[in-house]
C-alpha cells in the first residue's frame, strides 16, 4: 500500500459511520505521551469529524521499528506492525508517539517527519517531537499536532497533496511555519471526498 509522508491536518463534521463504542476514530498511544496532548488531538478530531474519538491504552513501540544508526524510529515500519492485525472495530487509527521517527523521502534515506499516513489504508502515526520546531510556545505546538493529525487522516482517506490556499492538505514541503499558516479546514472539494472515503471504510 502506498503511504504517504507529511504532517499536518483538520477535517469538519463528518457524519454517520462509526467503530467501537460508536466510535470513527481510534487513537493509540505509543509509549508514554503527554495525557494532555491526546487529549488536544481527541477533542480535535471530534470536533473536526463530529463524531466520538476512542482512545486506545498505550503499548509499546514496536521493536522492528527501531533506527539504531540516528536512534529513532522507522514510521513506515510502525505502520506496518500497527495495520498487521486490522480490527474492524477500528476502522481509522492513529498512533501518537512522543519518539522522533523518520521514513525515507527522495534520495534522503532517513528523513525526520512530523507524520506518515497510509494512501487509502487504514493507519497513520504522528509524533510530537518536532511540534517545538522554531522555540514555539505549546499553544502553537498543540494547535501544530491538531492540524497534522487531520491531515494523515486525510491521507488514510485516499487524499493527495492539494493546492488550494489554506486546505489542511497542502504540502508543507518540509516546512512546519507552512502549517501554522493553514486555515486548519480542508477545502470543499477535499472534505466532501474524505468524509465519503471514511464512511466507506466504517460501513
Known amino acids: 500500500m502506498i503511504r504517504f509522508l507529511i504532517a499536518l491536518v483538520l477535517l469538519l463534521a463528518c457524519p454517520g459511520f462509526a467503530g467501537a463504542d460508536g466510535a470513527s476514530i481510534s487513537i493509540q498511544p505509543l509509549g508514554t505521551v503527554d495525557r494532555h496532548r491526546i487529549e488536544v488531538m481527541k477533542t480535535g478530531l471530534e470536533q473536526a469529524y463530529g463524531k466520538k474519538v476512542l482512545v486506545l491504552k498505550p503499548v509499546p513501540l514496536p521493536e522492528s521499528a527501531w533506527y539504531a544508526p540516528r536512534g529513532r524510529y522507522r514510521a513506515e515500519k510502525i505502520l506496518d506492525h500497527l495495520g498487521r492485525e486490522p480490527d474492524p472495530k477500528q476502522p481509522v487509527l492513529i498512533a501518537i508517539t512522543a519518539k522522533d521517527i523518520s521514513t525515507t523521502k527522495g534520495d534522503r534515506e532517513d528523513f525526520g517527519i512530523y507524520g506518515l499516513g497510509e494512501l487509502d489504508g487504514r493507519v497513520c502515526v504522528v509524533s510530537t517531537f518536532r511540534m517545538g520546531a522554531g522555540g514555539v510556545d505549546e499553544a502553537t505546538q498543540l494547535e501544530r499536532l491538531r492540524k497534522i493529525a487531520i491531515h494523515e487522516i486525510g491521507h488514510v482517506a485516499g487524499l493527495l497533496h492539494c493546492k488550494a490556499p489554506g486546505c489542511v492538505m497542502q504540502d508543507i514541503e518540509a516546512s ?11 477545502c470543499p472539494g477535499c472534505k466532501e471526498a474524505a468524509l465519503n472515503a471514511i464512511a466507506a471504510k466504517a460501513r
Open 176 to 186: 512546519i511555519r507552512k502549517v501554522d499558516r493553514e486555515s486548519g479546514a480542508m
